[in-house]
T-cell receptor, first 113, second 112 residues
Framework: DSGVTQTPKHLITATGQRVTLRCSPR?????VYWYQQSLDQGLQFLIQ???????AKGNILERFSAQQFPDLHSELNLSSLELGDSALYFC????????????FGDGTRLSIL | GESVGLHLPTLSVQEGDNSIINCAYS??????FIWYKQESGKGPQFIID?????DKRQGQRVTVLLNKTVKHLSLQIAATQPGDSAVYFC???????????FGTGTRLTIIP
């Protein structure tokens, strides 16, 4: 058990809809990272928050947004969903310092019908 | 752009034998490397890491080797067990950039 909790485990919705994925980091970790894992793109970094502030952005679409709350949990919001957004979405957390490992949750599987 | 481990090979190893999983990276500025194990239905699980000032690091049944000259990373698993069957990813990052760049992974199958 990595200590990172993600909910829900599975999400099925339709095109055009909006969903929110939730992540609780490991106790003591200040950084939260979101990654997308799809069959054709592998694991891709989306965005990082550190202690409530956005720290780094990767290949995140404008339809996607995230935030980190004062209790350090994070939410990833996906809107105007398209079929191609079907993927596994992982959250990871770390202490937020250089050269420290990130620990991953078990992901949310998003299926767009 | 940055790329790590462009291929998704498969590797089958007899239970009890040693296995070696390889990874190539292209960013010469990379200074921190991690190996992850991903089992079906689970997230990537941290196995071992290594910093660029080292060329070898050992854990329990695992050893990571780093060759910065040829930008190559390997994970050795000793005395493999059925529970070692999974997809293994290498990931890298560099100073000032905490995001991980992942390889496409290697599927390891342990044959009983």
């Amino acid at each position: 058990d990595s200590g990172v909790t993600q909910t829900p485990k599975h999400l099925i919705t339709a095109t055009g809809q909006r969903v929110t994925l939730r992540c609780s980091p490991r106790s003591g970790d200040l950084s939260v990272y979101w990654y997308q894992q799809s069959l054709d793109q592998g694991l891709q970094f989306l965005i990082q928050y550190y202690n409530g502030e956005e720290r780094a952005k990767g290949n995140i679409l404008e339809r996607f947004s995230a935030q980190q709350f004062p209790d350090l949990h994070s939410e990833l919001n996906l809107s105007s969903l398209e079929l191609g957004d079907s993927a596994l979405y992982f959250c990871a957390s770390s202490v937020g310092q250089e050269n420290q490992p990130q620990h991953f949750g078990d992901g949310t599987r998003l299926s767009i019908l | 752009g940055e790329s790590v481990g462009l291929h998704l090979p498969t590797l089958s190893v007899q239970e009890g034998d040693n296995s070696i999983i390889n990874c190539a990276y292209s960013n010469s500025a990379s200074d921190y490397f991690i190996w992850y194990k991903q089992e079906s239905g689970k997230g990537p699980q941290f196995i071992i890491d290594i910093r660029s000032n080292m060329d070898k690091r050992q854990g329990q049944r695992v050893t990571v080797l780093l060759n910065k000259t040829v930008k190559h990373l390997s994970l050795q698993i000793a005395a493999t067990q059925p529970g070692d069957s999974a997809v293994y990813f290498c990931a890298e990052t560099h100073f000032g950039n905490e995001k991980l760049t992942f390889g496409t992974g290697t599927r390891l199958t342990i044959i009983p």
